[in-house]
């Protein structure tokens, strides 16, 4: 089936440490990516895009990396902060649809 | 300033209610959606209006019926409540239908009693 998904539901780092979070997708034909970040309480929130005609995009501390090869997609966050703790969502546009994958919660340690 | 608002955040209900969400976007938006997300954070999408027309309608019962009464404007409106339908719904929207990132509103929280 297609799918959308995370290789790790939490990950906790340090204070000011990188961190990686981890996407897989199943569908070859899709061409846009994007990552949100939900703090609780609140609705999910742009983070960063990328199209399928590229491998890296970077913005303020945050690059996503797209592996079209193996489907993989992955979001870095540079000198993570406790501001960055939240429920962090990949997402795979195909059309009209976009397919959220299951979330990955970052917990930052200070 | 707001840029897609929801109403009400919380609505605790029984069981055999009808209820409705209201959402509403500034933006000037084309597109609007709906999404439930349950109590793991899975996020699914239920429908999306692009200029007043539905283009998506996932399986979801027809108990639920969204409207659009205009562009900035999607409503939720959800008959018979039942146990399974506790959830966080979210409205967002988006500048055109295809290949453009949501901006979502804050969510409604739904408890059934």
């Known amino acids: 089936g297609e799918s959308v998904g995370l290789h790790l539901p939490t990950l906790s780092v340090q204070e000011g440490d990188n961190s990686i979070i981890n996407c897989a997708y199943s569908?070859?034909?899709?061409?846009?990516f994007i990552w949100y970040k939900q703090e609780s309480g609140k609705g999910p929130q742009f983070i960063i895009d990328?199209?399928?005609?590229?491998d890296k995009r970077q913005g303020q501390r945050v690059t996503v990396l797209l592996n079209k090869t193996v489907k993989h997609l992955s979001l870095q966050i540079a000198a993570t902060q406790p501001g960055d703790s939240a429920v962090y969502f990949c997402?795979?546009?195909?059309?009209?649809?976009?397919?959220f994958g299951a979330g990955t919660r970052l917990f930052v340690k200070a | 300033d707001t840029a897609v608002s929801q109403t009400p955040k919380y609505l605790v209900t029984q069981m055999g209610n009808d209820k409705s969400i209201k959402c509403e976007q500034n933006?000037?938006?084309?597109?609007m959606y709906w999404y439930k997300q349950d109590s793991k954070k899975f996020l699914k999408i239920m429908f999306s209006?692009?200029?007043?027309?539905?283009?998506i309608n996932e399986t979801v019962p027809n108990r639920f019926s969204p409207k659009s009464p205009d562009k900035a404007h999607l409503n939720l409106h959800i008959n018979s409540l039942e146990l399974g339908d506790s959830a966080v719904y979210f409205c967002?929207?988006?500048?055109?239908?295809?290949?453009?990132?949501?901006?979502f509103g804050d969510g409604t929280r739904l408890s059934i009693l």
């Open positions: 967002a929207s988006s500048q055109d239908s295809v290949g453009q990132p949501q901006h």
């Open positions: 569908n070859s034909a899709s061409d846009y």
């Open positions: 990328i199209r399928s005609n590229m």
């Open positions: 997402a795979e546009i195909r059309g009209f649809k976009t397919i």
């Open positions: 933006l000037g938006h084309d597109t």
């Open positions: 209006y692009n200029n007043k027309e539905l283009i």
